[in-house]
């Protein structure tokens, strides 16, 4: 799992990037070897004024081919992260729970017509 973190109109301290390296490896820790890449864009849209103005986004790339995008915005920067990896890590859980439920069958016999089925659920 590659992970790569862009910020745009901000800086980022050592320690931030540090805490949002560790909260994407908390995240997806279960899940890594489904995952290719992870690309997060830290970005304060309206620059110093203030307000619900720091967005995060999120793009993560399966190694079955698929994408996800999503997209956060808070006030605080690391609550915009946390939202936004939350939700990611859920998602993406649930895609790969989806493509796992399909039924898998065996067939016991030479035909296929005249074979018994014997279920396998993975």
């Known amino acids: 799992m590659k992970l790569a973190i862009k910020a745009r109109n901000l800086t980022l301290s050592p320690s931030e990037s540090e805490r949002i390296k560790r909260r994407v490896h908390y995240c997806f820790f279960r899940i ?3 995952i290719r890449d992870i690309s997060l864009t830290l970005e304060d849209i309206n620059g110093p004024k203030g307000g619900r103005d720091k ?3 999120i793009n993560v790339s399966l190694n079955s081919g698929k994408t ?5 915005k808070q006030a605080e920067l690391g609550h915009a992260a946390d939202k936004v990896l939350q939700r990611a890590s859920f998602n993406v859980q649930k895609r790969l729970k ?3 439920k399909h039924k898998h069958f065996a067939y016991e016999g030479t035909e296929k017509e005249n074979a018994t089925y014997l279920y396998a659920n993975r």
């Open 32 to 34: 890594k070897h489904h």
């Open 68 to 72: 996800l995008f999503l997209s956060e």
């Open 98 to 100: 989806r493509t796992s």
């Open 55 to 57: 967005e995060c986004r």
